[in-house]
Protein backbone atom coordinates (compact mmCIF):
# COMPACT_ATOMS: atom_id res chain seq x y z
CA UNK A 1 0.00 0.00 0.00
CA UNK A 2 1.17 3.27 -0.79
CA UNK A 3 0.37 6.35 1.23
CA UNK A 4 -0.50 9.76 -1.73
CA UNK A 5 -0.76 13.14 -0.19
CA UNK A 6 -2.25 16.27 -2.07
CA UNK A 7 -1.56 20.08 -0.68
CA UNK A 8 -2.47 23.30 -2.09
CA UNK A 9 -5.80 23.64 -3.12
CA UNK A 10 -8.21 26.34 -1.93
CA UNK A 11 -10.07 29.32 -3.03
CA UNK A 12 -8.52 31.35 -6.13
CA UNK A 13 -9.91 34.15 -8.04
CA UNK A 14 -10.94 33.32 -12.00
CA UNK A 15 -7.85 34.28 -13.83
CA UNK A 16 -5.68 33.23 -10.82
CA UNK A 17 -3.14 30.38 -10.76
CA UNK A 18 -2.12 28.00 -7.82
CA UNK A 19 0.28 25.12 -7.17
CA UNK A 20 -0.91 21.53 -6.19
CA UNK A 21 1.13 19.12 -4.47
CA UNK A 22 1.32 15.52 -4.18
CA UNK A 23 3.55 13.38 -2.39
CA UNK A 24 4.28 9.66 -1.73
CA UNK A 25 5.16 9.46 1.85
CA UNK A 26 4.61 6.11 3.17
CA UNK A 27 4.63 2.65 1.84
CA UNK A 28 6.42 0.49 -0.93
CA UNK A 29 7.05 3.74 -2.87
CA UNK A 30 9.49 2.72 -5.02
CA UNK A 31 6.70 0.47 -7.03
CA UNK A 32 5.36 3.73 -8.33
CA UNK A 33 5.76 3.82 -11.97
CA UNK A 34 4.04 7.11 -12.60
CA UNK A 35 1.65 9.68 -10.70
CA UNK A 36 -0.77 12.19 -12.35
CA UNK A 37 -4.21 14.24 -11.55
CA UNK A 38 -7.41 14.05 -11.41
CA UNK A 39 -10.40 15.83 -10.86
CA UNK A 40 -14.31 15.53 -10.37
CA UNK A 41 -16.35 18.70 -10.30
CA UNK A 42 -19.92 18.35 -7.93
CA UNK A 43 -22.00 16.38 -9.78
CA UNK A 44 -19.52 15.03 -12.49
CA UNK A 45 -17.50 12.07 -12.60
CA UNK A 46 -13.80 12.21 -12.43
CA UNK A 47 -12.01 12.66 -15.20
CA UNK A 48 -8.33 13.00 -16.22
CA UNK A 49 -6.62 16.55 -15.54
CA UNK A 50 -2.80 15.39 -16.29
CA UNK A 51 -0.62 12.71 -16.35
CA UNK A 52 2.91 11.28 -17.17
CA UNK A 53 2.71 7.68 -18.89
CA UNK A 54 4.93 4.54 -18.52
CA UNK A 55 6.82 5.93 -21.19
CA UNK A 56 7.57 9.34 -19.32
CA UNK A 57 5.04 11.29 -21.73
CA UNK A 58 2.41 13.80 -20.21
CA UNK A 59 -1.13 13.72 -21.59
CA UNK A 60 -3.19 16.12 -20.65
CA UNK A 61 -7.46 17.07 -21.09
CA UNK A 62 -8.06 19.24 -23.48
CA UNK A 63 -9.74 21.67 -21.14
CA UNK A 64 -6.68 22.37 -19.40
CA UNK A 65 -3.82 22.21 -22.02
CA UNK A 66 -1.57 26.07 -21.91
CA UNK A 67 -2.87 26.27 -19.07
CA UNK A 68 -1.70 23.61 -16.42
CA UNK A 69 1.56 21.84 -16.31
CA UNK A 70 2.52 18.60 -14.58
CA UNK A 71 5.92 18.36 -13.17
CA UNK A 72 7.35 16.19 -11.10
CA UNK A 73 10.43 15.08 -8.78
CA UNK A 74 11.10 11.53 -8.79
CA UNK A 75 13.91 11.90 -5.75
CA UNK A 76 10.75 13.05 -3.45
CA UNK A 77 8.50 10.72 -5.02
CA UNK A 78 6.26 13.92 -6.02
CA UNK A 79 4.38 14.97 -8.56
CA UNK A 80 2.93 18.97 -8.54
CA UNK A 81 0.30 20.78 -10.62
CA UNK A 82 0.66 23.96 -12.20
CA UNK A 83 -2.51 25.70 -12.93
CA UNK A 84 -2.99 29.13 -14.39
CA UNK A 85 -5.83 31.48 -15.62
CA UNK A 86 -8.68 29.05 -13.64
CA UNK A 87 -12.20 29.30 -14.55
CA UNK A 88 -15.10 28.84 -12.48
CA UNK A 89 -14.88 25.34 -14.65
CA UNK A 90 -11.95 24.16 -12.58
CA UNK A 91 -13.65 24.44 -9.39
CA UNK A 92 -13.31 20.47 -8.36
CA UNK A 93 -11.76 18.04 -5.92
CA UNK A 94 -7.99 17.60 -7.52
CA UNK A 95 -7.29 13.47 -6.62
CA UNK A 96 -3.51 12.63 -6.90
CA UNK A 97 -3.07 9.59 -8.52
CA UNK A 98 -0.51 6.78 -8.73
CA UNK A 99 0.01 3.53 -10.63
CA UNK A 100 2.33 0.43 -9.19
CA UNK A 101 2.55 -2.50 -12.15
CA UNK A 102 -0.56 -4.17 -9.73
CA UNK A 103 -2.15 -1.20 -8.33
CA UNK A 104 -3.60 1.98 -8.20
CA UNK A 105 -3.43 4.45 -5.43
CA UNK A 106 -5.69 7.51 -4.82
CA UNK A 107 -5.06 10.53 -2.82
CA UNK A 108 -7.54 11.87 -0.29
CA UNK A 109 -8.24 14.56 -2.61
CA UNK A 110 -7.92 18.64 -2.18
CA UNK A 111 -10.57 21.11 -3.10
CA UNK A 112 -10.08 24.04 -5.07
CA UNK A 113 -12.97 26.55 -6.27
CA UNK A 114 -12.93 29.37 -8.41
CA UNK A 115 -14.84 31.98 -7.43
CA UNK A 116 -15.07 35.58 -7.01
Known amino acids: QVQLVESGGGLVQPGGSLRLSCAAVSGNVDSIIFMGWYRQAAGKARELVAT???????NYADSVKDRFTISRDNAKYSVYLDARNLTPEDTAVYYC?????????WGQGTQVTVSS
Open 97 to 105: YGRSRLYSY
Open 52 to 58: FTSGGYI
